[in-house]
């Protein structure tokens, strides 16, 4: 496979904005090349650490397995207050969707998956899909900005004011001068409706940075609502970020895969 690296995808404040693309190895000589699914991957790190190099194991793993994987930036925390994060991660499905030919992938055929505050903006930006008030003013400003399914480890998905759970980095995100409802509308719970992608949610039942009843209320929430949901709960081991462990990393990568054939099926298995 092959690896494009520090690719400008947009704009964020007035910077470059950029990302690693993780390209499959080409089909075999004479079999019939169909467009690829791809998925953008959001890294975590409280929305104020980390960066896109933290997701290359995901982008070799899955995009071995024939995905087309774009590992992206967003502004952090301590740069830009919310909702740019979000406006950045919207930013980036919209590139994949209109450099799509160039990507060789299906622009229906596009996920995002996202860990720890990477899961909790893909959580957000598949329910806010094409919503003026949360688009921002990125590139590809026509070009929609909706997912086909959704990918999310231990994210936190409720917000409240001084909360138990990551109470001064959700303060630095937010801004002194946010409101109740300003930390509800930045919760995914509060996102979630009928036409929801499909969505699969992992966690470990020892997380102690982010509760697992998190997504417990999540998955509940998606059921009433009659989303296409699954929750894989992993019994100890490391607590957050538990597919750090090589073996969990790469189980959760074949869940991955298993998971977008099923939910985003090429056109032949769609029509079959």
């Given amino acids: 496979m092959s690896v494009e690296e520090d690719v400008v995808f947009g704009t964020g404040g007035g910077r470059d904005l950029k990302c690693d693309i993780y390209t499959p190895p080409p089909t075999a000589e004479g079999v019939s090349d169909v467009l690829r699914p791809g998925l953008l991957l959001v890294h975590g790190g409280a929305w104020k650490l980390g960066d896109r190099k933290q997701l290359k194991g995901y982008g070799f793993l899955i995009g071995r397995e024939g995905v087309v994987c774009v590992a992206s930036e967003y502004r952090l925390s301590e740069e830009a207050p919310w909702p740019a994060q979000l406006h950045d991660v919207k930013t980036a499905i919209r590139w994949m969707r209109a450099n799509a030919a160039r990507l060789g992938i299906d622009p229906n055929r596009i996920a995002i998956s996202g860990a720890s505050s990477g899961g909790h903006m893909g959580l957000i930006a598949a329910g806010t899909a094409n919503d003026p008030a949360w688009e921002g003013e990125g590139s590809n400003a026509g070009v929609g900005s909706q997912v086909a399914a959704v990918v999310s480890f231990y994210a936190p998905t409720e917000l409240v004011p001084g909360g138990p759970m990551l109470t001064e980095l959700t303060e630095l ?6 409101t109740e409802a300003d930390y509800a509308a930045a919760s995914p719970v509060n996102h979630i409706g009928a036409d929801y992608p499909p969505t699969m949610i992992l966690h470990s039942n020892i997380d102690d940075i982010v509760p697992p009843e998190q997504n417990q209320l999540l998955y509940r929430k998606m059921v009433d609502e009659g989303v296409i949901v699954e929750l894989h709960v992993y019994d100890g081991g490391q607590s957050h970020a538990f597919d750090a462990e090589p073996a969990l990393g790469r189980e959760s990568a ?19």
């Fill in 254 to 272: 074949l869940l991955i895969k298993s998971f977008l054939a099923r939910h985003m099926p090429a056109p032949e298995a769609r029509s079959a």
């Fill in 173 to 178: 995100l937010m801004g002194p001068d946010a």
